[in-house]
């Protein structure tokens, strides 16, 4: 088969190097990925944005949840994860997630996290919303990120792997048969390799981690725009369920014109015993669920929403002055450090909060073993859409989720490597001449997606905002259509202007998505449909992008959630 995808505009590369695998991404799914294929005897390089570790695991605060403590079991982890996701997660996924999640917990920390344990030696394990059981284990009271990280990136330096660090993957590689071939990116800053080249592989693995930088508040770091997404989308890939995109609903509130990565208040604090509350001090969250303040996040968020609209408030507080200064220096020293270094005093006051953009559940669209449906191009992690989350993400199973799946991945890729003798397939990538370049947007375009995207698509979402943001984004897309067909001009290449293309094909999938589910599920709020309508939309929603760029866009019922994936032609023998 050829080509039908989409490319940037960029140089061509100007030097390649090759391996068996190319993870794409240094959170704990690329690095476990790449650590697992590295064991098998693969050549494996790890391509990363910015530093090693410098995505989104190290700012996660709560924990890694796996059926760990005395009397839980994966089938109680299971039922919670099926209630958060609001009748759209793939049972099977889920099930692989929490059976083979506390070995995988127990692989992580042989290689060398430390988690918190009791006086007795036992893991410390606590509470978040939607868990009826303590299940949580956690780093250094509020540093689990950054402890796994800090475990991941040790081994990946101390076996020796190979990485490049800050560059951008631009886009796949295919051979003449469209399969995948490896991946074009742009190194930043001088070094053995810099500006764009390539790196030659027969197996991508995308762990590119979420989009939050398409809102203008989100706790993400700024490298996290939604690239693996936009990439995979122009190689033909199907994204799903890219409207459901998870609101945390304690963020530090910062101001109304705070924009960019906004300090995170994990909800771990309420998982020890911090209330909501409106300025008047009163628990507003009691009595909208049995679970109050630990109710999974999409109700969390959205009855902050309400006081705030029935106050006509900026924010809400947390209250956790009853935890005294020697728990909040020694159980959440990151959290309370944040809020001193913005002028609040957990100790003492209510902590300022509002919701801001958080998970993306949806992503490129997998199987139970990680694979898309372009051959080749594997998604591990917050990129990927494998079928746990549903609607809306559980606390703290996104760790787990890129621990167990990118196992799986390294698996993969591993026995199909075995099956073709190892090293046996040297890849050629070919430029097709029929794929199209797509437009670039100028570097404050970004700022512009940012706003419209808060203002039609953000917690709150009606058929009016959502037109609007759409019709937005259509102008943006338009003027950069038209600005190359007419005088075949475009923004210059670089790295803000690549970011903000991808933002814009993120932004318009997920406004597209949010468009047709005429209903509220999860943490797809529509204050026009107030009520989840299960016999219409307990469904997926799924996109492609065609070769002039539109959206190609149908629905699949929810049990038949993995992908079809093209048949895998088998070198005869000789």
Known sequence: MTSTGIKLHAPAPGWAISADVVVVGSGVAGLTAALRCEAAGLNTVVVTKARLD??????????????????????QHLDDTLVAGAGLCDQEAVRILVTEGPDAVRRLI?????????????????REGGHHRRRIAHAGGDATG????????????????????????????????????????????????DGVGAVHAPAVVLATGGMGQVF??????????????????????????????????????LGPDAEGQQPLVSEAVRGEGAHLVDADGVRFMVGQHELAELAPRDIVAKGIMRRMQERDAEHMFLDARHFGADMWEHRFPTILAACRANGIDPVTEPIPIAPAAHYASGGVRTDSQGRTTVAGLYACGEVACTGVHGANRLASNSLLEGLVY?????????????????HARVPEPV?????????????????????????????????????????QLDRLHADARDALAENGKTSEPG?????????LCVARVLVTAARLREETRGCHWREDRAERDDAAWRRHIVVRLNPDRTLAVHTTDSPDFPPTRPTRQRPQEQ
Not at 110 to 126: N, Q, R, Y
Not at 440 to 466: N, Y
């Open 110 to 126: 042989a290689t060398g996290a430390h988690f918190d344990e009791s006086e007795e030696g036992d893991l410390e394990l606590t």
């Open 146 to 193: 950054a402890e796994i990280s800090r475990a991941l990136v040790e081994a990946v330096r101390a076996r020796g792997l190979r990485t490049i660090e800050n560059a951008l993957v631009l886009d796949l590689l295919t051979d003449a048969d469209g399969r995948t071939a490896g991946v074009s990116l742009h190194v930043m800053g001088e070094g053995q390799h």
């Open 54 to 75: 410098d995505g989104s695991t190290r700012w996660a605060q709560g924990g890694v949840a796996a059926a760990l403590g005395e009397g839980d079991t994966p089938e």
């Open 495 to 503: 790295v803000d202007t690549w970011e903000a293309t991808n933002l």
């Open 216 to 253: 203008s508040a989100t706790t993400n770091p700024s490298v996290s725009t939604g690239d693996g997404v936009a990439l995979a989308l122009r190689a033909g890939a199907e994204v799903s369920d890219l409207e459901f995109v998870q609101f945390h609903p304690t963020v530090l509130f």
């Open 431 to 471: 430029e097709h001449p029929d794929r199209p370049a797509h437009p670039l947007l100028a570097p404050e375009d970004r700022f512009a997606i940012q706003r419209i995207m808060a203002d039609g698509a953000g917690v709150l979402r009606s058929a009016q905002s959502l037109e609007k943001a759409a019709d």
């Open 406 to 422: 990118a196992e799986r991945i390294a698996a993969d890729i591993a026995a199909e490597r075995a099956a073709d003798g190892l």
